[in-house]
């Protein structure tokens, strides 16, 4: 069992940056894929960025425009989402999550383990 937890989030302002993190509880024997989703108010939870293990593939929503930037540092355990040019339409629970398949996947039902999430709130 992998058990994330993430870190970071906060209350900020439009056009402010944030860098959220999350940490897995131990490393394993697996490569695992890794993703950042986020749920606004009112609406299912959405695919935001997501990273193999070896860092060599990434995706991201098409809605963020280059905005924000997925890296992970394998030795800490940890992924890292940094978010530039915040917008108040960027608030939401935003969460991590990994698969042992080591794909990237967009859809949130498709990754084993997720952390409790960390809630970002962008005022305008």
Do not use: H
């Not at 959405?46 to 193999?52: H, N, Q, R, S, W």
């Amino acid at each position: 069992q992998v058990q994330l937890v993430e870190s970071g989030g906060g209350l900020v302002q439009t056009g402010d940056s944030l860098r959220l993190s999350c940490t897995a509880s131990r490393r394993t024997d697996r490569n695992y894929s890794m993703a950042w989703f986020r749920r606004a108010p009112g609406k299912q939870r959405e695919f935001v960025a997501g990273i193999t293990w070896s860092g060599s593939n990434t995706d991201y929503a098409d809605f963020l425009k280059g905005r924000f930037t997925i890296s992970r540092d394998n030795a800490k355990n940890t992924v890292y989402l940094q978010m530039n040019s915040l917008k108040p339409e960027d608030t939401a629970v935003y969460y991590c999550a990994a698969d042992p398949s080591d794909i990237l996947y967009i859809t949130p039902r498709l990754y084993d383990y997720w952390g409790q999430g960390t809630q970002v709130t962008v005022s305008s």
